[in-house]
């Protein structure tokens, strides 16, 4: 079982950026975190981080030829207007949950609204980095709910 966690602009600067929102741990935190969930589950946890479009969109269409069962994805700023990245997570058919760290729904406006979230099976926001965790979860109960 292969989960990918991707994440979008700015989440490599966890721990760096705007700590009363996205908090202090950094980004080596977050991924220690998926990397002892992924033993405590027995599951391979593949993450990926870029500040560039393009580059998310090649690793979702990846993730469609190299095994994966689920997608995890943060998009960041793209959440609220990369119609590339929806259509590149529109594509394929697994099991994919949108998380944000923050509640994007109790901040700036133009952060209420998601276009990649409709092609998802679910969102989580608001819960930090243990969204992530929570996202696992979910995606686990997805795939076995369909077997």
Request: glycine share 10%.
């Amino acid at each position: 079982m292969k989960i990918l966690v991707l994440n979008g602009p700015n989440i490599n600067f966890l721990g760096i950026r705007e700590k009363g929102i996205y908090g202090n741990k950094d980004y080596n935190h977050l991924l220690e975190q998926l990397e002892a969930k992924g033993r405590l589950e027995n599951i391979t946890i593949d993450t990926f981080q870029s500040n560039g479009e393009g580059e998310i969109i090649d690793r979702i269409q990846q993730a469609y030829l190299d095994g994966t069962n689920g997608i995890i994805i943060n998009p960041g700023a793209y959440t609220h207007y990369s119609y590339a990245i929806r259509d590149a997570l529109a594509s394929i058919e697994m099991p994919k949950i949108e998380v944000h760290i923050s509640n994007i729904h109790t901040r700036e406006e133009f952060r209420h609204h998601s276009v990649t979230a409709p092609v998802c099976n679910g969102q989580i926001a608001g819960f930090g980095l243990h969204g992530y965790l929570l996202a696992i979860d979910a995606i686990l109960e997805i795939l076995k709910s369909r077997k």
